[in-house]
């Protein structure tokens, strides 16, 4: 039995490796909760980090490895420690964002190791406010219908950084993800997890409710990288397959800028799967400017190299429109 057992274990193995490219050969202990020590192995599967059980053979994500042994390991290792660094750099749990001296250029690349996430609230998706403008303000995230006291759930696992009150978004939880990704939960009734604590996928992080600056129970869910807000239908498609736009997703501006976009409908997404198309996607996209003191439509058109015309076929407008201080106009 115990030959057979081995024998398993070597062929579970050598049928992974076609398919897997072992990056360094160092291993290390790790001890999960209540666990005796298991070792892993840091490998490539398909270009993503994922662990190899050294006697199984049973390879798992890095989010899975995450949320079953965190970041503690027995003996150094430094590798190791710096897959994980980004969950000790900007990790302040006072702060709803702690990056705002980060600068972050477009585009940019997000990555996940998974093809699926769990849907925030249990019911079925009703959404009643989505990213984009909303009464000329700016709103960076997506509104989920829900009755108070219903179950919030985390879309990704994680570790949970910020558990407080926000003068705007209430009652809020942030948890942040292997990929740097965080997502924030907001306008909550009760939480149900504390700072620091380890998230699985799925987990019940609060409870649905009202708090804050909101007109109704609802759950306000944003998805942020480095404290830049994200469309959050750019990345997660809530159509009903819970499934992710891409394994790697490159953001230009337009996916990170409330004012492209209408928090009154849906916006049509177009995953951008590579740094040239997305950097051809950026110099197809609109241009606005903000209107100030003393402009009229024949300064801004001068401006933009523009006729007048043209400026009120872009924005819908007549010549005769009048301008306020802060309206944005579209000048390509």
């Known amino acids: 039995m115990m030959l057979d057992k081995h024998f398993t274990t070597l062929l579970s193995i050598f049928l ?17 909760k209540g ?74 690349k997000i990555e996940f190791d998974q093809k699926t996430f769990t849907h925030p609230v249990d019911q079925e998706i009703e959404v009643t406010s989505r990213y984009g403008r909303r009464k000329r303000r700016p709103h960076r995230g997506i509104d989920l219908n829900l009755v108070t006291g219903d179950n919030v759930r985390t879309v990704l696992p994680g570790k949970v950084r910020f558990v407080g009150y926000s003068s705007g978004h209430g009652k809020t939880v942030i948890v942040r993800h292997v990929n740097e990704i965080e997502t924030v939960y907001a306008h909550l009734s009760d939480y149900k997890v504390k700072e620091n604590d380890i998230v699985a996928e799925g ?59 209408s928090a009154y409908k849906k916006s049509e997404v177009t995953p951008l799967a590579t740094k040239e198309i997305a950097i051809a996607a950026e110099k197809a996209e609109p241009r606005f400017y903000k209107v100030r003191s003393g402009d009229t439509l ?18 819908r407008i007549s010549k005769k429109s009048t301008l306020k201080i802060g309206q944005i106009i579209k000048v390509r």
């Open 16 to 32: 992974l490796l076609p398919f897997i490219t072992i990056g360094q050969t160092q291993t290390s202990e790790f001890t999960a």
């Open 35 to 108: 666990g005796a020590p298991t070792t892993y192995k840091k490998i490539k599967l398909d270009n993503k980090v994922a662990y190899l059980h050294s006697e199984t053979g049973k390879v798992i994500s890095k989010s899975e490895y995450f949320v079953k042994h965190g970041t503690h390991s027995h003996g150094s290792d430094h590798e190791h420690d710096q897959e994980f660094d980004h969950f000790k750099y900007y990790w302040e749990s006072d702060k709803v964002n702690p990056y705002k001296d980060v600068v972050v250029n477009t585009p940019f």
């Open 203 to 261: 987990q019940v992080i609060g409870l649905g409710g009202n708090t804050g600056r909101s007109t109704g129970s609802h759950l306000h869910l944003e998805v942020r990288y480095k404290g830049v807000c994200i469309h959050p239908e750019y990345v997660f498609n809530f159509d009903g397959s819970r499934t992710i736009r891409g394994s790697e997703l490159w953001v230009s501006n337009a996916w990170k800028t409330p004012r492209f976009h």
């Open 298 to 315: 024949g300064h801004i058109a001068m401006k933009h190299h523009l006729g007048v015309s043209e400026i009120c076929k872009l924005n």
